[in-house]
């Protein structure tokens, strides 16, 4: 079964709008990346928060970690056409010799100028 | 300079036929993947090699088989071509084999099998 679910599937807003998206996860993981794909290219990493971080900041991204409730969420700010993507996040189960990452089905975000 | 590429870009080929997708690397990294991502975008991982020992092997059909002649390299062969083949597949790489390593995405092979 999958680990790591976003929601919503696909967001719509308005240039200049804050986009909100969700991650939640089934098992306890060692960290949580959040990758960027454009439409037709390979993913994107964006950010990496470590299971004993709460929030973390990268530009205009924020990305928040609640372990107690297995659950990320990734704030863009500002919002321009150019983030325009499918974001997806992917966790790392913890144990030893987690050697992967399991990806999510991701969220469309679409930025209308 | 691409740092993961991969060729070819497009393949479109008939059923039963036997085909490989190529992968290079330049980031210097010693982990590569195949992900498999389906018409839904769901991305799964199909291999990974560290040092080209093979570390990952998940429940992937055995028409497909995974090649690494050396650490910058990672190629798939996939025999008897089955329509249920068709996806985007991606070569990714890291430095280090533990998941917490940022991994480097090529740009993808999209794969129509007829």
């Known amino acids: 079964s999958q680990q790591g679910e976003e929601d919503p599937q696909a967001l719509s807003i308005q240039e200049g709008e804050n986009a909100t998206m969700n991650c939640s996860y089934k098992?306890?993981?060692?960290?949580l990346q959040w990758y960027r794909q454009n439409s037709g290219r390979g993913l994107v990493h964006l950010i990496l928060?470590?299971?004993?971080?709460r929030e973390k900041h990268s530009g205009r991204l924020r990305v928040t970690l609640d372990t107690s409730k297995k659950s990320s969420s990734l704030l863009i700010t500002a919002s321009r056409a150019a983030d325009t993507a499918s974001y997806f996040c992917a966790t790392d189960i913890s144990g030893a010799g987690s050697y992967q990452l399991t990806f999510g089905k991701g969220t469309k975000l679409s930025v209308i100028p | 300079d691409t740092a993961v590429s991969q060729t070819p870009k497009y393949l479109v080929t008939q059923m039963g036929n036997d085909k490989s997708i190529k992968c290079e690397q330049n980031l210097g990294h010693d982990t590569m993947y195949w992900y498999k991502q389906d018409s839904k975008k769901f991305l799964k991982i199909m291999f990974s090699?560290?040092?080209?020992?093979?570390?990952i092997n998940e429940t992937v059909p055995n028409r497909f088989s995974p090649k690494s002649p050396d650490k910058a390299h990672l190629n798939l062969h996939i025999n008897s071509l089955e329509l249920g083949d068709s996806a985007v597949y991606f070569c990714a790489s890291s430095q280090g084999r533990i998941a917490k390593n940022i991994q480097y995405f090529g740009a993808g092979t999209r794969l129509s099998v007829l």
């Open positions: 928060i470590r299971s004993n971080e």
């Open positions: 090699y560290n040092n080209k020992e093979l570390i």
């Open positions: 098992t306890s993981i060692n960290n």
